[in-house]
Each structure stands twice: as C-alpha cells, then as structure tokens.
C-alpha cells in the first residue's frame, strides 16, 4: 500500500523553464512534507518542506505547493538549471509516531536538458 | 561539520554471514533512521529510534536488527543476510521541521 506516489518515474525539461514534479498522498494523517534532491552515489539532500497548515512554501527556485483536499503536493523550480538534474523524492511525516517517521515516493528522475 | 558516516559504503557479502553497517552523527539528535532503497519503491523505513535504547520497527524490519547504546551510533545488523536483502541503505538524522540529515549510503549485495 503505497501511501505516497510520484506517478512520473521520469521527466525532461529544457533548461530555464519550469519543472513540475508531483505527489499525491492518501493518508489524511500526514501533517508534514518534504522534498528531497538525490544525485548517484549520494545520500538524499533535503531541498523544502510545507506544514498542513500552509498552501505554499517558497525557497529561491523552489516552492512547493500544497492542496490538501485533493491530498496532492507539488514541487516547482523555476528557472530549472542543469545542476537541478536529479531525482526527486516527496516524503509525508504523520503527526503521530512522535512526528518523526517519513514515507516517501517513488522518486521521479528529473533531467534538465541544455 | 554536521556528518551522517556510514559504513562501508560497498559491501559484497554471502548468504548467512552475518553483517553489520555502522551509522555515526555528530550533530547530537536523538532521533535516528534507517532506509532502504529499491527501484521503483523509493526509500523505505527499516527501523528508527527516538532516544538512546528505544528503537522501533519502521515497515520493513524482517531480516534486520537495530541497537542504540549511545546517542551517536545506530549500527543496522543483519544476523543472515538473504539476497532479497541487495540493496542500498541510508542512515538518516535530525528533526523534521529541519529535514532530515542522510548519510551518503551503504550498498550491499548479497550472494
């Protein structure tokens, strides 16, 4: 049962647009978001987080959104940058369990082509 | 510098003997986690612990044991590793509303 999805193992966007990665989740408990940057050989970075009491949350290129009705979060960066070519992973935090375990997606492999 | 280390970070091993990957923080956070990652599942919580000798078991704990006798060390022990055990495992640290600190990852196959 997986409580956390990327649906889009993958996605390619030229360099300066905009890339939208997705999320949805199906455990109204999540209360906590983040997004997370891995590169090969690398242990995941932590990128940006949103609280269920926010709709967004913004960090430079990045800003993630958050709607909670259709239990769906998105990350954007704008204007994508090669460096930016990594995967993506989305991860929920549940308030119970003292608030600190995480699932995470799938991951989507995003490639920001010159 | 604030370091998650693991270790090995590459370890080819047979079925049933026995292994154990270190994790080390020095950021001195209580809460601690280890992951696994497979294609197409993402990561995939093994066993964490909140404090120094509590640890609990995450979603996919069969196979594997954890102790936490000290704040900075969480070693992740497998008492007869399987194939199905292949795979690439992270240590984690900190506190949510921070993120989480991730070592740089321990990949092991089993033969």
């Known amino acids: 049962d997986q409580q956390v999805k990327q649906n889009s193992p993958s996605l390619s966007v030229q360099e300066g647009r905009i890339s939208i990665l997705n999320c949805d989740y199906t455990?109204?408990?999540?209360?906590?978001f983040l997004w997370y940057k891995k590169y090969p050989a690398e242990g995941p970075t932590f990128l940006i987080s949103i609280s269920s009491i926010k709709d967004k949350n913004e960090d430079g290129r990045f800003t993630v959104f958050l709607n909670k009705s259709a239990k769906h979060l998105s990350l954007h960066i704008v204007p994508s940058q090669p460096g930016d070519s990594a995967v993506y992973f989305c991860?929920?935090?549940?308030?119970?369990?003292?608030?600190?375990?995480?699932?995470f997606g799938q991951g989507t492999r995003l490639t920001i082509n010159p | 510098e604030a370091q998650v280390t693991q270790n090995p970070r590459y370890l080819i091993t047979v079925t049933g003997k026995k292994l154990t990957v270190t994790c080390s923080q020095n950021?001195?956070?209580?809460?601690m986690s280890w992951y696994r990652q497979d294609p197409g599942l993402g990561l995939r919580q093994i066993y964490y612990?909140?404090?120094?000798?509590?640890?609990d078991k995450g979603d996919v704990p069969e196979g594997y044991k954890v102790s936490r006798k000290e704040k900075r060390n969480f070693p992740l022990i497998l008492e007869s590793p399987s194939p199905n055990q292949t795979s690439l495992y992270f240590c984690a640290t900190g506190d949510r509303a921070y993120g989480y600190t991730f070592g740089s990852g321990t990949r092991l196959t089993v033969v």
């Open positions: 991860a929920a935090s549940p308030i119970f369990q003292g608030a600190q375990k995480l699932v």
């Open positions: 612990s909140m404090n120094v000798e509590v640890t």
């Open positions: 950021m001195n956070h209580e809460y």
């Open positions: 455990n109204s408990m999540f209360d906590y």
